[in-house]
């Protein structure tokens, strides 16, 4: 597979404050990484920096082959970049606005102007070219600053957590619509700290913590670890430390945490224990008004890193 990007040992501070650590990860043609964690794990200013707005203290970055450092025009010809702050005018039409970012890369007059309404049409805005992005929903506007950084047809396409505060119509439209451009063959780097979002479209996830990578791989890779786990929350009337101690002591419970009325407990599905805790629940006289299961997933693994929850 070909190397679209190669980060390597990059650093960063902002005065004291050490934004990232010798951070390195390759992207490879046609994939979508998913570049996850908390605020503060340092996904905007590793943006920024292949968005040539910040300059790194220390490392390499090679985009397409070419030091980005050296080759800056050459390299941000062909990215497109969607940042989390919405970069539009507010009072020029939502064609206009496009429009001007696509010409900022050179196009004309006919080519230029398909390319626009290919664009708006890409994200759902086509029957609203000629209003103003001033009465648009976030999520609108959110779809529009797409338009604007995808309408050259960049080769590398980078979005920071486009979908934060936007309604889910608007989200899921985002999400399917870059499916589309990797089936397109756009390469696209996501950030965002929501776990479902990089479960859903990455190809390959980096999962970043106080500017660190602490893991990287495929969601199989990752989850590897915990297959044979499965996860109960049970929300229990007349819950007690006594029943949550003698929860623990059941051999082939792996770990529970209490919050209020509910528990969180850690089974091994290799152990057929279920029935022995909800038994031993309904011997307490207590009274289960709710239950969820899940399988393995990314706050599993983030947490067993950092010792803390991604949304902490
Ligand atoms: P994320 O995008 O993952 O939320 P950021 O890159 O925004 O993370 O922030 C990483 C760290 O850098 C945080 O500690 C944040 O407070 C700090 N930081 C970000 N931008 C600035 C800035 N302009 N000036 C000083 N510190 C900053």
């Known amino acids: 597979?070909?190397?679209?990007?190669?980060?390597?040992?990059?650093?960063?501070?902002?005065?004291?404050?050490?934004?990232?650590?010798?951070?390195?990860?390759?992207?490879?043609?046609?994939?979508?990484?998913?570049?996850l964690g908390p605020n503060g794990a340092g996904k905007s200013t590793m943006i920024s920096i292949l968005s040539t707005l910040l300059k790194s203290d220390a490392g390499e970055i090679n985009v397409f082959g070419y030091s980005l450092m050296s080759h800056t025009n050459h390299v941000k010809s062909q990215l497109g970049i969607v940042p989390q702050e919405i970069a539009i005018y507010e009072d020029i039409?939502?064609?206009?606005?496009?429009?001007?970012?696509?010409?900022?890369?050179?196009?004309?007059?006919?080519e230029l102007k398909r390319r626009v309404h290919d664009a708006l049409k890409f994200v759902g805005l086509d029957d609203k070219e000629n209003e103003l992005p001033?009465?648009?929903?976030?999520?609108?506007?959110?779809r529009l600053n797409i338009a604007c950084a995808i309408a050259h047809h960049p080769k590398l396409l980078i979005l920071d957590e486009p979908t934060v505060g936007?309604?889910?119509?608007?989200?899921?439209?985002?999400?399917?619509?870059?499916?589309?451009?990797k089936e397109m063959g756009t390469t696209i780097i996501y950030t965002t700290h929501y776990m479902e979002e990089v479960?859903?479209?990455?190809?390959?996830?980096?999962?970043?913590?106080?500017?660190?990578?602490?893991?990287e791989g495929t969601l199989h890779e990752l989850l590897e670890r915990y297959k044979d786990t499965l996860i109960y929350r049970l929300y229990i009337q007349g819950l007690t430390l006594d029943i949550e101690n003698q929860l623990r002591m059941i051999q082939g419970v792996e770990n529970i945490e209490r919050?209020?009325?509910s528990l969180t407990i850690t089974i091994s599905k290799k152990e057929d224990i279920f029935h022995k805790i909800i038994l031993l629940i309904i011997q307490e006289n207590c009274h289960i008004t709710k239950m969820e299961m899940e399988e393995g997933n990314l706050?599993?693994?983030?947490?067993?890193?950092?010792g803390k929850k991604l949304r902490d």
């Open 199 to 215: 479960e859903e479209i990455a190809d390959r996830i980096v999962i970043m913590d106080k500017g660190r990578k602490i893991a």
């Open 1 to 35: 597979m070909n190397k679209i990007l190669e980060v390597k040992n990059t650093e960063k501070s902002y005065k004291e404050n050490k934004a990232i650590h010798n951070l390195s990860f390759d992207v490879y043609e046609g994939e979508i990484l998913g570049l």
């Open 299 to 306: 706050e599993m693994v983030f947490l067993e890193l950092t």
């Open 259 to 261: 919050l209020e009325d």
């Open 166 to 181: 936007i309604d889910p119509q608007s989200r899921n439209h985002i999400l399917s619509s870059l499916k589309q451009l």
């Open 93 to 110: 039409s939502a064609y206009r606005n496009v429009a001007f970012f696509a010409s900022l890369y050179g196009l004309q007059k006919s």
């Open 134 to 142: 001033k009465t648009f929903s976030g999520g609108m506007k959110r």
